[in-house]
């Protein structure tokens, strides 16, 4: 069902088609309710499994959307189909969607990022002319988020985790009028062309990992836990599961 969820350490992600995800936007835009998203990859579970915190922050978010292939072959030995929804093409839907709604964006840029506030605002204006946008630069460690935000329908974040989870869940006693919440990582960057996207046919064998690894090698420990630490955990869980069973 496309409603269906897969459980991973005890966290639920959708197990949703594009088009189901893309109609949680959709509604969302449209509708009167706070909601945050989550684009989860293997490092947000491993995190979450050694993390209390951040755990109950994801558990908190209203949906957790699968960016990560380790999450698709996980659901798959799960028995579980797990569409992948790459962070970077769902931000383009997002905006895509916000300026068809005439709704209005509003960043939380890190101080210390790649792509500066002006340049991902400029980039964000020259695809969507018509989409309101503004923004600000902030300390990722801070958790004061600027009141401005709450002016918006959507508040866009590229914090990274956890710090991008923890600001944005915070919206959510006092949203304003913020209808849609989500972090984006990295993908600021490729939206201003200060990293270049893992070509197509990489992305769809789930290689954009090795592709990351070249450009960037300093990524190594990450890419090692969502690689190595985060199967092996679950292959841990899952012989656990089996001698419990067979007891």
Same mark, same amino acid.
């Given at each position: 069902?496309?409603? =269906? ?26 509708? +009167?309710? /706070? ?11 491993? &995190?979450? &499994? ?23 072959? =996980? ?6 189909? %797990? ?16 300026? &068809?709604?005439?709704?209005?964006? /509003? !960043? ?15 980039? @964000? ?17 801070? %958790? ?14 590229? /914090? ?11 919206? *959510? ?22 990293? +270049? ?5 990489? *992305?769809?064998?789930? !290689?954009?990992?090795?592709? *990351? !690894? ?8 990450? %890419? ?9 955990? &679950? ?8 001698? @419990?069973?067979?007891?």
């Amino acid at each position: 069902m496309d409603t =269906d969820t897969h459980r991973i350490f005890g966290v639920p992600v959708e197990c949703r088609s594009r088009k189901g995800v893309e109609s949680i936007i959709r509604e969302t835009l449209g509708g +009167k309710r /706070f909601r945050r998203i989550a684009t989860a990859n293997p490092e947000f579970f491993v &995190r979450a &499994r050694r993390d209390a915190c951040f755990r109950e922050n994801l558990l908190a978010a209203d949906y957790r959307i699968a960016d990560g292939f380790g999450i698709v072959l =996980d659901g798959f030995l799960s028995g579980k189909k %797990i569409v992948r929804y790459p962070g970077a093409d769902l931000l383009s839907f997002v905006l895509s969607e916000a300026e &068809r709604s005439q709704s209005s964006a /509003f !960043l939380l840029v890190r101080n210390d990022g790649l792509s500066t506030l002006p340049e991902v605002i400029r980039a @964000i204006r020259a695809r969507y002319t018509r989409l309101v946008v503004d923004g600000e630069t902030l300390d990722p460690k801070s %958790i004061i988020v600027p009141d401005a935000a709450r002016r918006a329908t959507v508040v866009l974040c590229n /914090f990274g985790a956890p710090e991008q989870e923890y600001a944005l869940e915070s919206f *959510r006693k006092d949203p304003g009028n913020i209808r849609l919440a989500m972090g984006v990582g990295g993908s600021f960057d490729f939206l201003t062309g200060r990293r +270049k996207r893992a070509p197509e046919r990489m *992305r769809t064998v789930g !290689l954009e990992w090795f592709f *990351r !690894l070249l450009v960037q090698p300093r990524r190594i420990g990450r %890419i090692w836990t969502a690689t190595v630490v985060f199967p092996f955990l &679950r292959l841990s869980d899952r012989i656990k599961s089996v001698s @419990i069973q067979e007891r």
